[in-house]
């Protein structure tokens, strides 16, 4: 299927829902991941201008997840284009993407359809170091998850028999921060209040019953233990009462064609290596399309173009001989393609 039969999906979708839909599509290919930040704004307002104020916008989603502010931005812009605000899931909308959700009038989300914790991550020079392969005490700064400092803390509360001296919890805290910064541990704190504020304020947009609110808060940030746990569609709207509406059979068949895809545009169950750009060549161009913004006749594509060249390593850089690659990014931007 090319691009015409594509944009013949998504206007056969709007058809059937009286609306206009916007398309954001995040990668997840291994290897060529990306993630909900804000330098789409400009992009989606290009399409969200062409598109003019409407009753209705739906916004097909698919990612893992990025940057909270990024999320929350993205459904105020969309908003200030209509007065109904739906969000359609095809697939996965995992951690940030569930934050967009939590700010829809409306949830469509296939049989396969996925939510999950909103469990941010701190990316932080101040944040734990750990040793990598190269010189000697060379080391990398690995992402703070926010729910595991909280739950370390909370582990240590609960060994805590009752006689036992409180003091004990401050000297646990002690621990914690010779091994994180301080600073980062404040970090912590201040984006766990941070996320509870940001969807209360996205659901407050469309409901005004503060139990359900706190309730499904309680549930999306603290509720569900792992940031690997995926919400179904039956749990999103049995058991947290989100608005996901129920889904005709032929509307459920086209959401589903439209994301096998942009799956096969995107190949985001192709893992990559670069010997599948190599072949039988030593060097060889790779144009790699990693992310796409979508509506009727208008497309950018987040696409990286790079350099990939089979090296042989041997010792003492490896303990035996191997091959090796190197890849140096020739280009890496949004750029409009109406051609794909």
């Given amino acids: ?52 104020f409407q009753d209705k916008i739906d916004l097909y989603l698919y990612s893992t997840g990025g940057i909270t502010m990024a999320g929350f931005g993205l459904v105020n812009l969309i908003r200030e284009f ?51 392969p190269g010189p000697p005490g060379a080391t990398q700064t690995i992402p703070l998850n926010v729910e595991d400092v909280i739950s370390y803390l909370d582990l240590a509360r609960k060994q805590l028999e009752p006689d036992e001296d409180k003091s004990l919890m401050a000297r646990v805290f002690d621990r ?5 910064h301080p600073l980062a541990l404040g970090s912590v704190n201040r984006i766990r209040e941070q996320i509870s504020f940001l969807a209360k304020t996205l659901l407050s947009r469309h409901m005004t ?21 995926l919400i179904s569609r039956k749990e999103a709207k049995e058991l947290l009462e989100l608005p996901v509406a129920d ?47 979508e509506s009727d006749n208008l497309t950018h594509v987040f696409r990286t173009i790079k350099e990939i060249k089979r090296v042989p390593l041997g010792p003492p850089t490896v303990p035996a001989p191997t091959i090796g690659y190197q890849e140096r990014i020739l280009s890496e931007r949004w750029m409009l393609d109406n051609s794909i």
């Fill in 176 to 180: 914690l921060s010779q091994a994180v």
């Fill in 209 to 229: 019953d503060e139990r359900k609110i706190e309730k499904i808060v309680e549930t999306i940030i603290r509720g569900r233990f792992s940031h690997d746990y």
């Fill in 82 to 132: 209509c007065k109904s605000f739906c969000v359609i899931i095809p697939f996965k909308a995992l951690s940030c993407a569930t934050l967009i959700a939590l700010g829809a009038d409306e949830i469509i989300m296939t049989k396969m359809g996925q939510l999950s914790p909103i469990d941010p991550s701190i990316s932080s020079p101040l944040g734990p170091h750990v040793p990598i």
């Fill in 247 to 293: 889904v005709s059979p032929e509307l459920d068949e086209k959401i589903v064609k439209l994301y096998t895809e942009y799956d096969a545009m995107l190949e985001l169950s192709v893992p990559y290596h670069p010997e599948m750009i190599l072949g039988n060549a030593d060097t060889a161009v790779g144009s790699f399309n990693r992310a796409i913004i």
């Fill in 1 to 52: 299927m090319g691009r015409t039969e594509r944009l013949q999906l998504i206007r056969d979708i709007e058809t059937i829902r009286g609306s206009r839909m916007l398309v954001y599509i995040t990668g997840d290919r291994r290897g060529l991941e990306t993630k909900i930040a804000t330098d789409i704004f400009p992009f989606c307002l290009n399409h969200l201008s062409q598109m003019g």
